[in-house]
């Protein structure tokens, strides 16, 4: 049986939390200074929201441009602006799971391969794409035009998705 996940339409994968981008600069992000001699370097915990203010600021000017053109190692989400993209990678993704930037990114090097939750997340995208472009359009008597799912239904702010339901009182 084919799927289709060509017609996604990218207002779908905005509402999506899988997925993740490398950036076009490389080195450290402007600012933070960096020791050269290991012994002095103190493991600062990450910073995500000055990580996203830095990358805004260097994207400045190209907010408008298709990710791809902005950004390095754009697997997914291609055609999305690229100022979007970090709404959706802060919102969508992060949120969503729980995490910060560095669960799928190695920090200053957007778009290395590094951590296998990247890819998980690319595998956990196409997953959802199936649901809603296919699955979803089979049932019958579902209320609204265009239900969705997203990285929220199932992780609901955890890395793992939410497995046990809290007790509650049977609606009738």
């Known amino acids: 049986m084919k799927t289709k996940t060509t017609s996604i339409k990218p207002f779908i994968f905005a509402a999506l939390a899988v997925a993740l981008v490398g950036i076009r600069f490389s080195g450290p992000i402007a600012g933070r200074a960096q020791s050269q001699d290991p012994a002095t370097q103190t493991a600062k915990p990450f910073d995500q929201a000055a990580a996203l203010e830095n990358l805004r600021k260097m994207i400045a000017g190209q907010e408008n441009k298709p990710a791809e ?7 997914m989400l291609k055609g999305m602006p690229a100022g979007r993209l970090l709404r959706v990678m802060e919102l969508g993704y992060a949120r969503s799971l729980g995490v910060n930037c560095t669960h799928c990114h190695v920090a200053d ?15 956990m995208n196409a997953m959802v794409a199936v649901i809603n472009n296919d ?4 049932i019958k008597n579902l209320k609204g035009p265009n239900p969705i799912v997203n990285c929220t239904t199932c992780h609901r702010g955890q890395t793992k998705p939410a497995l046990n339901l809290p007790e509650s009182a049977p609606k009738s």
């Open 135 to 138: 699955q979803l359009k089979k």
């Open 109 to 123: 090097a957007w778009e290395k391969e590094d951590r296998p939750t990247k890819q998980i997340a690319r595998e």
């Open 69 to 75: 053109a902005v950004f390095k190692n754009i697997q």
